[in-house]
T-cell receptor, first 113, second 118 residues
Framework: NAGVTQTPKFQVLKTGQSMTLQCAQD?????MYWYRQDPGMGLRLIYY???????DKGEVPNGYNVSRLNKREFSLRLESAAPSQTSVYFC????????????FGSGTRLTVV | AQKITQTQPGMFVQEKEAVTLDCTYD???????LFWYKQPSSGEMIFLIY??????QNATEGRYSLNFQKARKSANLVISASQLGDSAMYFC???????????????FGAGTQVVVTP
């Protein structure tokens, strides 16, 4: 099925470890996004890529890096995980920067101990 | 400043009744889009309904309708004839247009947890 694929679905890290969350979309969308979801706070934007070759910070970028590898793939890296990064992470894509909706991946539940 | 406000953290509704979920938004842009997403306990984000700022008619999608009051900056979701499967977290979100610093980014409210009871 067409859509946004995120891996892994679950991950437990120790404080200080690093990891990369992978995201790929097959809808030929131009824009891709990484959000984190915490209880009572909705979804907050970490980083986004308006188009292939560009990335920009969102609302909560500290502690994260991203790579837009090609039009399909947008990865999120935690260089040194902290307990405050325990969250559910969603990748999303959109046709473009206009008032289009997003298609979301199924999420990654990350726990940092 | 919070751009999307959902004032109801949680609601109970009886099966077959209608429920209204409140959403107010803040923007100075003339062009924007309002979205509602459903997140069941399984965690995925499901798109429900969209309202464009220039749309004159309120959006409807099956049992979902959006009560759009532009002057009041509100975009309430109405779910008619609630079903047990409607139990979920519901998020209101907004994308602003070209004139906004947040152009292209979907901004979310904190969500409303709905529990449908038999």
């Amino acid at each position: 099925n067409a859509g946004v694929t995120q891996t892994p679905k679950f991950q437990v890290l120790k404080t200080g470890q690093s990891m990369t969350l992978q995201c790929a979309q097959d809808m030929n969308h131009n824009s891709m996004y990484w959000y984190r979801q915490d209880p009572g706070m909705g979804l907050r934007l970490i980083y986004y890529s308006a188009s292939e070759g560009t990335t920009d910070k969102g609302e909560v970028p500290n502690g994260y890096n991203v790579s837009r590898l090609n039009k399909r793939e947008f990865s999120l890296r935690l260089e040194s995980a902290a307990p405050s990064q325990t969250s559910v992470y969603f990748c999303a894509s959109s046709r473009g920067q206009g008032v289009y909706g997003y298609t979301f991946g199924s999420g990654t539940r990350l726990t940092v101990v | 400043a919070q751009k999307i406000t959902q004032t109801q953290p949680g609601m109970f509704v009886q099966e077959k009744e209608a429920v209204t979920l409140d959403c107010t938004y803040d923007t100075s842009d003339q062009s924007y889009g309002l979205f509602w997403y459903k997140q069941p306990s399984s965690g995925e984000m499901i798109f429900l309904i969209y309202q464009g700022s220039y749309d004159e008619q309120n959006a409807t999608e099956g049992r979902y309708s959006l009560n759009f009051q532009k002057a009041r900056k509100s975009a309430n979701l109405v779910i008619s004839a609630s079903q047990l499967g409607d139990s979920a977290m519901y998020f209101c979100a907004m994308r602003e247009g070209l004139l906004s610093d947040s152009w292209g980014k979907l901004q979310f409210g904190a969500g409303t947890q709905v529990v449908v009871t038999p």
